[in-house]
Every structure is written in C-alpha cells, then in structure tokens.
C-alpha cells in the first residue's frame, strides 16, 4: 500500500535557472544540503551535490561535464546524499570517486555481501576510543625504527612534488601489517594511478586493497568524495574487526578541492585563498580514522606542502591535527637516497606506547648519533673535524656507510618489524 501511494504521488521537479563555473543554481526543489540532485540534460542525466541554501535556491556543484546544460532544465531530487556499497568483495577492486568501479569487473550490485551505506559518518566518541598500544609494522626500516606507528594512529607524509611519496606508499602497502588496504589516490595524474596499480603497488599489493581514485581532471566534488569515500569503506572494515591501512595520497588535493567548492559556493577566501570551510573539513575527515572497540584504522596522509614550505596552511593545520609526521627531503632524493625520510625532522607521538624501553635506547641512540653528524658534517667535509671532541660525531663516522644502509631501502626490500629492530640493535651497540 505504502508502495503504491509512493508511486502515486506526484514527482516535485525544479528547474536550473544559473550555471557558471562550478555554480549550479536550482529553484523549486525540496532537498537539503549534502543531498544529490539529477538534472536532466539534452545530453543525458548529470549528478550533482547541494553545497549551499540561499534566497529559495540550491546551489549545487556538478559531478560531471556540464555541456549541454541549459537554463531551465528540470532537476528531481533522489531523497539523500551519496551512498555506496561496502563490503570485503570490495578488496582487490578500483573505484572511482563516487564509489563506482573503474577496473572493467562486474558490477558491484552483482556481488554478494554488499551493502548501501552513506559517505558521511560521525568520527568515534572521544572517550569510546581505545588507546593505541600496538605497534603497526610498515616494512620500511627509517619508520619502524625511528618513526614508528601504532595501530589508529594518523601520521602526515609531509613532502613536496616528486621526492617519493608515492613509492614510499606503495612499498608501505605492500610490507605493511595491516589486514587491508584502502588507498585513495586524489588529484593524481591519470598516467600515474596505472603506474602506481600496476607498477608500484602490483597483483600481492592489490589483492589486498581497495583502490579509490579521482583524477586531476575529475570535478572537484568527485575529488573531495573520494577521500569520504575511501574512509567510509575503511570504516566498515574496521567495524568488521579488522585492523585497516588507510592511505590518502594526498591531503592537500583534497583541501583544494574544497576551495573550489567553498569559492564557488560563496564563500570568502582566507588564508592563501583557503576559504574557512577547508580548515573545519580537515578535522571532521582525519578525526573519523584511529582506534574502535573492535578495529582500528591507522590513517597516512601525504601533503604536497607548497615549494617544500612545511608551514603552508594545508600542512600546518594537518600537523596539528595528526599523531606526528614524516618528513621526505628533497635534498636526500636528489642524492639518490630512497627512502628520502628526514628521521630527524619526523616524529610519531605515539612511539613511547608502542615501543619497548630497550627499542627507545637504541633509536635515541640512532638518532643522536644522526644530530651530531649533521652539526659537524660541514667541518669533516672541509677537514676541520677533530676526532674526540664529540663522541656521538665520532660513533657516527665510524659507522656512517652501515647508518646509510639501514636508512636506505630498495622498492622491493621489505623488512620484518622483528629484523628491523635486530639490526638497529647491532648497529648501535658500542
């Protein structure tokens, strides 16, 4: 009875009556902000997303072309916001933005197990949360060592253009502890989602993950859902039980992708044109990774920090936000080392928790010995060092050559937390 009233009653439709730029108007609709809306173009349906409410109009943001839309075209409203299906038929698949497959396999609605579920969730309760005690092995020496993440923790890659923060995920995805993968590549260029799939990341790699991707060229509410996307498939992994490696390559991406939206919705432009809705977004994605009653979600962002300046806004409101951060060097990649991590200029917040007393001996070891090689580096390189007047210098040139090939890792030499450890240990000892 309900179904058939339903049907019966009449469909409410609004008409586009402005488009420019990213600024769809439509009067004569009933939604809400978040929901989608459908306009009915000459040249098929075309989704888009009611960003704003003002003066009776809803100004909405395209998920597509806009060629051949017209004023006056007629918009329906489809009754809520994005929904996708999630579901562990999900590993092993690459999605787009909007949760939709971009691999050529079936249709996820063929596939059993899936279930709808909308983009937007609430972040854990503070006080419902865990507290992270576990550590979570990554495979890559410099962080297991000296930068070690817990299991719900959120570190921050903090790097400029090309210094190998995307070969740095990839080794991560494929050495690292966690049950599944989710990997939200945002703003990539497209010649580099296939390399990263095929290339970096390989069939042992994708086997165990689930790939989101929104290009570039995507418009900017597909680039800004994906990374909700991303998380909110994570989040139905973790509520699972498992323990889940969430990968968003990269923040900074996403935050442009809200200043195009919050610009074109109105908004005014603040700090470096950010307007005030990129620094109230950041906080609400990052807050819903980390620890729950029954899973975890260990959270990695890089951020493309501008002209390698560490304090860009993107990147200082992250850091402020994150539980530490690792930091690439292009000096270290154009050297030719890889991974080109900074360990002295990264730090995890939670290393005292998930490490032992006698690993933290040993990495402070490590680490001083690092600091006092870098205060006299200029002096040996001149020949103006002497030897004894510091010993921490002086450990560190004896063992420079074995420092540099514990901190440094092929693409395809993956290490056990367990080894990893043995050999800073045996690297240390005096």
Request: charged fraction near 25%; hydrophobic fraction near 45%.
């Amino acid at each position: 009875m309900d179904r058939a009233a339903s049907a019966a009653r009449p469909l409410r439709l609004g008409t586009v009556t402005e488009l420019v730029g990213l600024h769809l108007e439509v009067r004569g609709l009933a939604s809400a902000a978040g929901d989608l809306v459908e306009v009915r173009t000459s040249g098929g349906p075309l989704l888009a997303e009611v960003a704003a409410l003002r003066d009776g109009a809803a100004v909405c943001l395209p998920l597509g072309t806009t060629t051949g839309v017209r004023v006056g075209d007629h918009v329906h409203a489809t009754g809520g916001p994005l929904r996708i299906l999630v579901g562990d038929a999900l590993r092993g698949r690459v999605l787009d933005g909007l949760g939709r497959p971009v691999d050529g396999g079936p249709a996820l609605a063929d596939l059993p197990g899936l279930a709808p579920v909308s983009t937007d969730n609430a972040a854990p309760d503070a006080l419902s949360r865990p507290r992270i005690t576990q550590p979570l092995g990554l495979g890559v020496r410099a962080l297991d060592a000296l930068v070690p993440a817990g299991r719900g923790q959120r570190l921050g890659i903090m790097a400029g253009s090309g210094v190998g923060k995307s070969s740095l995920l990839s080794m991560i995805a494929r050495g690292t502890d966690a049950q599944v993968n989710v990997i939200a590549l945002v703003g990539e260029r497209g010649r580099e989602v296939r390399e990263f799939i095929d290339g970096d990341l390989g069939p042992e790699g994708l086997a165990r993950s689930v790939v989101v991707v929104a290009t570039s060229d995507a418009p900017a509410v597909e680039r800004l859902r994906a990374a909700f996307t991303a998380t909110r498939i994570a989040e139905w992994f973790r509520d699972s039980g498992r323990d889940v490696l969430l990968m968003m390559d990269s923040l900074t991406r996403v935050a442009m992708a809200q200043r195009e939206i919050g610009l074109s919705a109105g908004e005014p432009p603040a700090t470096r044109g950010y307007p005030p809705s990129v620094f109230g977004l950041l906080p609400r994605l990052l807050e819903r990774a980390g620890t729950s009653a029954r899973g975890s979600i260990t959270g990695l962002y890089t951020v493309l920090v501008e002209g390698d300046d560490l304090q860009d806004p993107v990147g200082d409101t992250a850091r402020s936000i994150l539980d530490g951060h690792v930091v690439l060097s292009r000096e270290l990649a154009t050297a030719g080392h890889f991974p080109a991590i900074d360990v002295l200029e990264s730090i995890s917040r939670v290393h005292r928790a998930v490490t032992t007393l006698d690993q933290q001996a040993d990495a402070t070891r490590l680490r001083r010995m690092l600091a006092a090689h870098r205060s006299v580096k200029e002096l040996v390189e001149i020949g103006a060092y002497v030897a004894g007047a510091d010993e921490h210098a002086d450990a560190a040139l004896a063992r420079l050559p074995r420092i540099e090939a514990f901190l440094q890792q092929g693409m395809d030499e993956l290490t056990p937390p367990t080894e990893t450890w043995d050999r800073l240990a045996g690297l240390v000892a005096s």
